[in-house]
């Protein structure tokens, strides 16, 4: 009697006497916990590659900053093969491409989403919503090429006559338009999950559709659109090859608040010091220069930076989950 | 007493106002400016984006369609060399499709491993918050930095499987990458299964294990394909991390004539490489070469791209 309610092809015994072991075949549990450890060691993959992260990184940055003299981190000019590591160029570099390019996706994002949640017919959304998503699948490679090739002749040229061919504007608005389909379907997504009730009531009131859209809808949503704006910035602060082909400063940067000239962000300088430095090719970076190691610091930096980010905004996401 | 005079005047008011009202307001219907230069914004907004899509085609595949034209599939099947009139792709096509099956052979059994664990077996522990909340966070991190975690663990700590900086290395670096992006679309997926499903399962005394295996996977597989594509995209358009854990981004070299398993442990470049290779070249040859490369790198990522929103987009329509 012990494989009562056991496997599949065994018979059942209806109406089992007390006393009787109900816990099945034990061949059955014995493959049951070991299918459960397999897959929780593929999730604990997972945290070990956070553990990973830390660990490489943070190793590697103390190493860094242990050996050069801290006072280098605030010497003005990221020239990292003479010995000029200025973060603060790396981060005004930064900050300047995420404040372009989010002020593109702000704009084209928010009002496409609106477009899409508010105003276009079901069939036109069908088709159109795509198409945006396909943007966000296109290399960012390509869109580096795209910026440098195009956007910076075309349109950053002809509007500010003395920019140069490399310019960290022309590398924002292509950041910018590379996040536009991030901040547009997570919005949408928030503003189609406002239920149609706050809609009717705002028509009932004899609002009109841009006054529900706006103060009604937008409102009921905005935890989701700021989620969207937090995670776009997040990734504009990351984005390495745009900026990498189309403002390209390799080698160094000297510290420059102006968005017409080239320069560096934190993610280009990694790049940079990976591709430009003869130390990468050299293989290894075990004794190689400080110049090589400033690329672990950097990268914990931008690793802190996005992982900030990235809690807020959860947060937020996390938030339009409970509200409807 | 005063409550009702108070209505009595006010219903009075109101009739007074409701006979003037039709006449000017409902029988006239305003024309909405604000409303309708609002909603031309908007349009116009959407539209500037698909005109950035609408001209990096057309420009590129302007600009590239010359070196198709003259060389045909010669461009194709090319090695890579200093000669413009003589270079091709091949190389990096190679690359880029070992780096893809790297891909596929370890992030995705990993991250759906990973997800139905999540999805299926997990307690509600605090455990199981902290790993959902780090596989988001996981998700979030730049590529760039992806890379350095390669060039540490899988260049610097694994060389002894890895051979250094060598395919295996970019595919794993680039497995790591898309790991969070498999777990997240495979468990939306699985999520996505109705509870009566599983419910009839255990009901004919199947195991946890079977009801996966046989029920919840098989209804949820469009879902974890759609993740599987866009993730492979993914991995075949990205650039910087493999230019930590050494892709050749330089105009010549030789895979020689290994054989594949040397090739492993050997040299390699991927097609995004060789797109950021002819950018930096000054030659003006190499732009439209850099152009032709680019529309062979978009035609695989954009119709992988497309599949999986379509995919995904007639499964939901199931629902």
């Known amino acids: 009697m012990a494989g009562v309610g056991g496997g599949l092809g065994r018979p059942l015994s209806i109406g089992a006497t007390p006393g009787v072991d109900l816990s099945g075949d034990p061949w059955r549990q014995r493959k049951e916990r070991v299918v459960k450890w397999v897959l929780f060691s593929a999730a604990a993959v997972t945290l070990a590659v956070s553990a990973g992260f830390v660990i490489a990184l943070t190793g590697k940055a103390l190493e860094f900053l242990s050996n050069i003299d801290l006072g280098l981190l605030w010497e003005r000019g990221w020239f990292p093969r003479r010995g000029l590591f200025d973060v603060r160029t790396l981060v005004v570099g930064t900050l300047m491409v995420t404040g372009i390019a989010m002020a593109v996706a702000t704009s084209l994002g928010l009002a496409s989403a609106i477009y899409l949640a508010e105003y276009a017919r079901p069939r036109t959304r069908r088709i159109l919503k795509p198409i945006l998503e396909v943007l966000a699948g296109i290399p960012s490679i390509v869109l580096g090429f795209f910026a440098l090739e195009w956007i910076s002749p075309n349109l950053v040229q002809t509007v500010f006559s003395d920019a140069g061919t490399f310019n960290l504007l022309s590398a924002g608005i292509a950041v910018g338009v590379l996040i536009t389909p991030l901040v547009a379907t997570i919005s949408e997504d928030a503003m189609r999950a406002v239920p149609d009730d706050l809609r009717e009531a705002s028509y009932g009131l004899g609002a009109r559709k841009v006054t529900t859209s706006l103060r009604v809808v937008f409102p009921a949503a905005i935890s989701g659109i700021v989620a969207s704006l937090i995670l776009a910035a997040s990734r504009a602060i990351g984005e390495t090859m745009v900026v990498f082909i189309a403002a390209a400063a390799s080698g160094g940067s000297l510290y420059t608040v102006d968005p017409l000239e080239a320069g560096q962000t934190m993610a280009t300088a990694i790049a940079s010091l990976a591709t430009g430095s003869d130390q990468v090719a050299a293989g290894g970076g075990q004794d190689a220069g400080q110049a090589f190691n400033s690329l672990y610091f950097v990268g914990l930096l931008l690793f802190a930076f996005t992982l900030g980010l990235n809690m807020i905004g959860d947060r937020f996401v996390q938030r339009i989950r409970e509200a409807y | ?319």
């Open chain 2, 1 to 319: 007493m005063i409550r009702r005079t108070k209505t009595a005047s006010m219903t009075a008011t109101k009739t007074e106002t409701a006979t003037e009202i039709p006449d000017h307001h409902i029988g006239r219907r305003k024309l909405d400016i604000a409303g309708i230069v609002f909603q031309l914004a908007l349009v116009a907004s959407l539209l500037a984006c698909f005109a950035f899509l609408m001209v990096l085609i057309v420009d590129v595949v302007k600009d590239g369609a010359p070196v198709f034209a003259e060389r045909g599939t010669d461009f194709l099947t090319s090695d890579l060399s200093r000669d413009p009139a003589q270079t091709g792709v091949w190389q990096g096509i190679k690359g880029s499709i070992m780096l893809a099956m790297i891909t596929l052979i370890v992030a995705i059994p990993l991250g759906v491993a990973c997800a139905v664990y999540l999805e299926e077996y997990a307690p509600a522990t605090r455990l199981t918050r902290f790993i959902n909340l780090n596989i988001r966070n996981l998700a979030g991190v730049p590529s760039v930095v992806y890379g350095i975690l390669g060039l540490v663990i899988f260049v610097q700590w694994f060389e002894g499987f890895t051979g250094g900086r060598s395919v295996i290395a970019g595919g794993l670096t680039l497995s790591v990458l898309v790991l969070p992006i498999v777990v997240i679309t495979s468990a939306e997926a699985i999520r996505a299964v109705p509870q009566s499903l599983r419910e009839a399962g255990f009901g004919v005394g199947a195991t946890r294990w079977d009801v996966t295996r046989r029920l919840v996977l098989p209804d949820a597989s469009p879902g974890i394909l759609t993740g599987l594509i866009l993730s492979l995209s993914r991995a075949i358009g990205e650039t910087a991390p493999l230019l930590l854990v050494g892709a050749v981004a330089s105009n010549f070299f030789t895979s020689g004539n290994a054989g594949y398993l040397e090739q492993l442990h050997g040299t390699y470049t991927a097609l995004p490489v060789t797109v950021l290779t002819w950018a930096r070249q000054p030659q003006a040859e190499f732009r439209e070469l850099t152009s032709a490369a680019i529309v062979v790198l978009l035609g695989i990522t954009l119709l992988a791209n497309l599949a999986a929103i379509l995919l995904r987009n007639r499964y939901q329509k199931k629902r």
